[in-house]
């Protein structure tokens, strides 16, 4: 079991910055791919970006490539995703999640979730 707890979501103004947290627990941090996806309301949720064990392979979804960074300390249990120039159209409930592979629009196997946090981008 992994257990996974998201941190930093808020509101913002667009243009602005936010950078969200998950701390991980339980198995061994370093050998899971760790992603973060989102789910807008009324809406599925959907891909955002993920990094292998080992932060060598790093995919993000296009609506954010250039704008949002994901990386890793397995030192601290701990992914991050740096949200800059952000949308309105960035409004979700952002969940971390933790999985055997990275893959270029998602995590193989079947992942391990944390609760969400908000993130309000106000135009």
């Known amino acids: 079991q992994v257990q996974l707890v998201e941190a930093g979501g808020g509101m913002v103004q667009a243009g602005g910055s936010l950078s969200l947290s998950c701390a991980a627990s339980g198995r061994t941090f370093s050998s899971y791919a760790m992603g973060w996806f989102r789910q807008a309301p009324g809406k599925e949720r959907e891909f955002v970006a993920v990094?292998?064990?080992?932060?060598?392979?790093?995919y993000y979804a296009d609506s954010v490539k250039g704008r949002f960074t994901i990386s890793r300390d397995n030192a601290e249990n701990t992914v991050y995703l740096e949200m800059n120039s952000l949308k309105p159209e960035d409004t979700a409930v952002y969940y971390c999640a933790a999985g055997t592979g990275a893959a270029p629009n998602g995590l193989y196997g079947n992942p391990y979730w944390g609760k969400g946090t908000l993130v309000t981008v106000s135009s």
């Open positions: 990094i292998s064990w080992s932060g060598v392979n790093i």
